[in-house]
Every structure is written in structure tokens, then in C-alpha cells.
């Protein structure tokens, strides 16, 4: 089906920023651009990182479902979740806000400790430096994340060769799960696996695993933020090799989510394979590395086959997030 | 007048933020927090600028009165402004944005162009090294820019001197006459004074300028995006000095402004005093300087008086945008 004027939901997310991206100029200091978790931006005699995230009332979160503190919280930790998945330390945020001139100062505060609270407990050191609060229909938040390098070279998705091991720091499907249970609006259930409710609400990102990996030799990383299926698939692609993820090993993952899935007749590997919002770290190890204990081997890199990602030797499906498509 | 839960409205964004800002830890690598034009983040070995800023559909632009291009473009000057507010020059932005899935691709690939354009005619060398697509009811848009400051100190609000000069770089009130322009609805008179619609739709804000102050030894500058006086008062506030503006100075902003204020019955000097979107540099410059030919002085800084700001010795009310309250 051809579209005269496609609109984003016609064409995907991909492709909009794809086309979109591509009409922009390039700076002089960007030592990587656009395409990864974050960009590095040359200063005079170092470097940062630097990358930005956002979430939108009605989109990426309800307001019954969210407290201002979740929404506070959850805002850092996706953000330092990329500037991890670069293999840097978080230094600074800056937030863009943007609601309802009816909202309540006692929101805008919780929303605050929520933000402090994340950066205590997930990075500590770095701190909110700057923001912007505007006037809007719905809220909007945006988090622009800093990162520190500390001398190492970032690590990229481009960088996994043949050989490696593939590994897993953090959970999997969690946040998923939480946010099938309140789609589900059983209240018993909700409450009875309030922990996996608790993952998506506010995540934690293992940040510390994605300094440790770095200097351990990871050859490519990033932060599963759209599903292990897709996030798979841009390694993949970025390094041209195939990633074989050897299903026995997920068994771990998805047998946290099993009662809770039986309990809404849902799928846990589905959750496992597609849910993002658990904000874990993705990366490949070359032979010999030794793998810090935060990572839980996977998988393998081979060379690039006829599938970018093999599950037990079955292609799988670039399946995930899409924030226009769903 | 006491109110139990204060809205936003109820406060004012001032006010709103204070509280909010109050409740958030300092980040370890801050060496500039939040409070100026933008904060200075120390990196390993140098330093970097940054700063964020918002504009929301139906808030702080229409999109039947700005063009995707405009947006991208204004998105750029705006933060841009506030990078070369610190005597820094731009190195780097990211950019948020948010549109309902409904927006044609042509628009974003509009808004792309705008945000290249910018770059390239404001400053050279700057470009977008990363960003987010995210979906909306109405559109929002975030950009983070980065500056290097190139070895120098950062020049901050709070570091005016009595007998400093006042100064201005960049033109004054006439985004504030196109905007009224606009809501005139008056379209000969739209057309007649386009060059003043396109002020407010693309503001040029004097980047050059900014840095040139730097090297010149400004002791305080900022970037006037809320108007003479409201900007006047952060300097006069933070440098805790008077800051005394000579009207008959700002003869040559106002008589720019006087046919179209003529036009549609408005008041050209007030437009000069509250007018915020030119993106114009207020700067102080020590007696002895030698003040870049971009700035022209407006004033004179002296010990703090009752008033912060004077208008040929008259006190100047801190009036001007705010988000919330209008």
C-alpha cells in the first residue's frame, strides 16, 4: 500500500527518524553521532556523553497507573540506562517538563524526589543540572543524560564479533509482565505480584554492570529498552554477525514470570523476548573476557547467517516497541 | 490569598520551579548548576555547556502561524542563545520530540530542515548528535544544546559590577511585534511588516556575539528570553546590584517597532521592555573593556539601590513571559 503524504504511524518509528535524521547536518564534535545509545561530543581535551529520552502522558504512561515520584524516577533511570549501555558514568541530567498549568505543586514535588531518589540509588554522583517546566495539555518529560567516559572508549553496538559470548546484566520481561498486570485491571493480581507492578513503575537499570563491562572488554552493548528481540536485532545489524540466544538459558527469566502470566493467560517468554522496560544491559564478551558477575550468558555471536537472531537455532522475529505502531 | 494544594497557575512558574529545584540532590560533577543560562558539567580533563529548552504546541507556538521549518529553526536559536549566553561556543544538540501519529512525514522532514538550517546559518560547526521520537497529542519539542567554552570561564548573571555598562547585542521587542502582529489577525498588516513575523517565527539570536563579550571581559550576560525588564532583574538579582537602564538608549529599538505598534495600536516601548523572543544578549561590561561593535549600551550598573532596575531613574517592574501565568 502506497500513501500520498505517509504520516508516522503509516510508516513506523524507524523509518520516520531514519527519514528524518538523514536530512540533518552532522557536528564538527560529535565523535559518534546519532544511532546509538548516546552521542560523545568532543570537548577541548575530553569527551561526554550525552542522550535523550522522553515520555508522554497517554503513551508512555497513565497517570493512574504512575505516582509523579514513579514518573520522577523513571525518567533517570531510563536515561542512565543509555549512558550505561555506552560504558560511561552518569554525571549530570538536564529535564524538560512540560504540564498542565492545573497540576499540583505537591505533584511537581514528588515528581522531584522521584528524580533525586533515582539518582541516589542507581548512580550516585550524578544530579539533575538543569531543566525547563512548561505549560501543556498533557505532561511531557524529557531527560537529557550526561556521562562520563573516565578514558575508556565507548562501546558500541557495532563491535560484536563472531565467537563472542552474548550476556544478559538485569532482568528480563519484568516491567513487561507489571504492565500486562495493570492492563488487566485485576486488583488482586496486581497487588499479589506487586514487585513485577514495581518494575515497571521504577525500574533499575543495572548501571554499575555497564562500567564493569566495559572494562572487562565488551565488544558491543546497549540497553534493552524496545525488547531483547529487537535490541538483538540492531547488534546484529550494527556488527553484521548473528546473535543465537539459546532458549534453555532465558529459563531463568521466564521462570520468575510464570505464575503471573498463568494468572492473566499470558506468554512469559513473550514477555522475556519483547519486554523493554526492564532497562537491562545487552552485550557480547570476546573469548577469555571474564564476564562480570552481573551478566548472565545468553548466547553466542557467529557469523552473520540468513537470520540476524536465532532463538535455539530458529530465526526470531524482530518483534518489540514502536512508539507510534505499538 | 491561601490555597490548599497550589497549582502551577496558582504560583507561577517561578515560584513552581523554586520548590521543585529545592528538592533535588547537586550533581558531583556540576561545577555550574541549575539557576543560569546553563549549567557547566565537568568531564575528565575539560568541561562542557549545557542547556534545555521547551516549546509545546498551543503554548509557546501555533502550528498554523509557525511552519515545521520555523519550529526546527527557533527550536535551534532558542537554546543556542543560552549556550552563547554563558561566552560559549555551541557544539552539540539533542532533540526530543513528540507528535501525534497522525503528523505527515513531510512536517518532521520540515522540522529537520529548520533544525539544519539553524545550525548551519547560527552556528557553524553545531549540528544534532542525538534524540527521540515520541508520541503525542500535540506536539512538544525539546532540545538540549552543548557548548564548549573553550578554556574560558563561563560569564554567569551574577558577576556585574557597579560602574559596569549595560549592553544589548541583537535587536529588541520585535519578535514581541510579531507575535501581536499575528494575533492582530490583520493580515495586510502581517505582510506589510513580515520581517518583524519573522523575528518571532525565526529569531536570529547573536551567537558570535556572545563569545566576543567573553573574550572582552563581560562580568555578567544572559540570554533576554522573558524581556528586558524581567531579564534585567536576574542580573540585577544575582549580581545583587541596580541595573540602570537609560531609555533614551533604547531609542533606536523602540523606533523600529513604531509604525507596525502605529498599525495595530500597540505600544512600541513596551514591546522593547517585555518583549523576550529575539533571543538578544544583556551583558555587562567592565569600565575600560573594549565593548564588541554586535553590543550597544543601554545603561549603567550601580550599588544596589531600593529598586533593581531603573528606566531613566524610575524603577521598571519585573514584567514579562511566564509559561503558566502568560
Given at each position: 500500500m502506497t500513501v500520498e503524504n505517509p504520516t508516522i504511524a503509516d510508516l513506523g518509528e524507524n523509518e520516520a527518524l531514519k527519514r528524518t535524521v538523514s536530512r540533518?547536518?552532522?557536528?564538527?564534535?560529535?565523535?559518534?553521532?546519532?544511532?546509538?545509545?548516546?552521542?560523545?561530543?568532543?570537548?577541548?581535551?575530553?569527551?561526554?556523553?550525552?542522550?535523550?529520552?522522553?515520555?508522554?502522558?497517554?503513551?508512555?504512561?497513565?497517570?493512574d497507573w504512575s505516582t509523579a515520584f514513579d514518573l520522577g524516577w523513571k525518567a533517570v533511570a531510563t536515561n542512565i540506562a543509555?549512558?550505561?549501555?555506552?560504558?560511561?558514568?552518569?554525571?549530570?541530567?538536564?529535564?524538560?517538563?512540560?504540564?498542565?498549568?492545573?497540576?499540583?505543586?505537591?505533584?511537581?514535588?514528588?515528581?522531584?524526589?522521584?528524580?533525586?531518589?533515582?539518582?541516589?540509588?542507581?548512580?550516585?554522583?550524578?544530579?539533575?543540572?538543569?531543566?525547563?517546566?512548561?505549560?501543556?495539555?498533557?505532561?511531557?518529560?524529557?531527560?537529557?543524560?550526561?556521562?562520563?567516559?573516565?578514558?575508556?572508549?565507548?562501546?558500541?553496538?557495532?563491535?560484536?564479533?563472531?565467537?563472542?559470548?552474548?550476556?544478559?546484566?538485569?532482568?528480563?520481561?519484568?516491567?513487561?509482565?507489571?504492565?500486562?498486570?495493570?492492563?488487566s485491571g485485576e486488583a488482586t493480581a496486581i497487588s499479589a505480584y506487586d514487585d513485577w507492578v514495581n518494575v515497571q513503575r521504577r525500574p533499575q537499570p543495572p548501571v554499575k554492570a555497564g562500567i564493569e563491562a566495559s572494562i572487562a572488554g565488551a565488544t558491543s552493548m546497549l540497553d534493552i529498552s524496545d525488547g531483547l528481540a529487537k535490541d538483538a536485532h540492531r547488534i546484529a545489524r550494527a556488527s553484521e554477525v548473528t546473535i543465537a540466544i539459546d532458549r534453555a538459558q532465558l529459563a531463568g527469566f521466564e521462570a520468575m514470570l510464570e505464575e503471573p502470566a498463568m494468572r492473566i493467560a499470558a506468554s512469559a517468554i513473550e514477555w522475556v523476548l519483547t519486554g523493554g522496560e526492564d532497562h537491562s544491559l545487552l552485550a557480547t564478551f570476546p573469548a577469555g573476557a571474564e564476564i562480570p558477575r552481573a551478566f548472565k550468558p545468553i548466547g553466542v555471536v557467529t557469523e552473520r547467517g540468513s537470520a540476524a537472531v536465532l532463538l535455539s537455532g530458529e530465526p526470531l522475529t524482530e518483534r518489540g516497541w514502536d512508539s507510534f505502531v505499538g
Open positions: 540533518l547536518n552532522s557536528s564538527d564534535f560529535a565523535i559518534i553521532g546519532s544511532g546509538d545509545d548516546a552521542a560523545v561530543i568532543a570537548t577541548n581535551a575530553d569527551r561526554f556523553v550525552v542522550t535523550t529520552d522522553t515520555m508522554v502522558e497517554g503513551h508512555d504512561f497513565r497517570l543509555d549512558v550505561a549501555a555506552m560504558g560511561a558514568r552518569p554525571t549530570a541530567l538536564v529535564v524538560a517538563l512540560a504540564v498542565p498549568g492545573c497540576t499540583e505543586i505537591s505533584w511537581l514535588e514528588a515528581f522531584a524526589d522521584g528524580l533525586r531518589e533515582a539518582c541516589q540509588t542507581l548512580a550516585p554522583g550524578v544530579g539533575v543540572v538543569g531543566g525547563d517546566l512548561a505549560a501543556a495539555d498533557q505532561v511531557f518529560i524529557a531527560v537529557t543524560a550526561h556521562g562520563s567516559l573516565e578514558g575508556r572508549e565507548p562501546v558500541l553496538r557495532s563491535g560484536a564479533k563472531p565467537g563472542d559470548t552474548v550476556a544478559v546484566a538485569g532482568t528480563l520481561g519484568r516491567a513487561a509482565c507489571g504492565l500486562a498486570l495493570l492492563q
